[in-house]
């Protein structure tokens, strides 16, 4: 019988995505054995115990991050789904937004109804903050 170390380490090793077989391997004994204990004890033997999944936020932060090149000018270039005028494009909750405009609303604040923003840098596909004003 296995002790409660032994539990926990058989759950961190599926959180983990490690096979029966090597689980087994670790602990000295066959794959069978960890099988038969997992349905024994309620643990999860034909699936990987799932990890928590990133929140919708951490996963647009990290879309951001891929599809952006940051210049040592100071511009963020995006280079994800552009429209033809240069202005990127992104899926937010249920919508496609314009980047640009999503950076300034998330960091600067709202954007005065019938306005537009602007690039300083005169690049469409930058979405800096800093590089955003409102045009009138």
Sequence with gaps: MLNQEKVQFIKEQRILGKSLR???KLLGVSH???SNYCLRYGLSK?????????TYEERFQGRLEKYT?????GCWIWKGTRVPSGYGRIYYIDSYEYVHRLSYIRNVGEIPKGHN??????????WNPEHLKIKC
């Design 69 to 73: 090149e940051r210049r040592e000018d």
């Design 46 to 54: 034909a699936r990987k115990i799932k990890k928590e999944l990133p």
């Design 117 to 126: 923003l602007t690039q300083t840098c005169g690049n469409t596909a930058c």
């Design 32 to 34: 069978q054995a960890i």
């Design 22 to 24: 090597d689980i087994g």
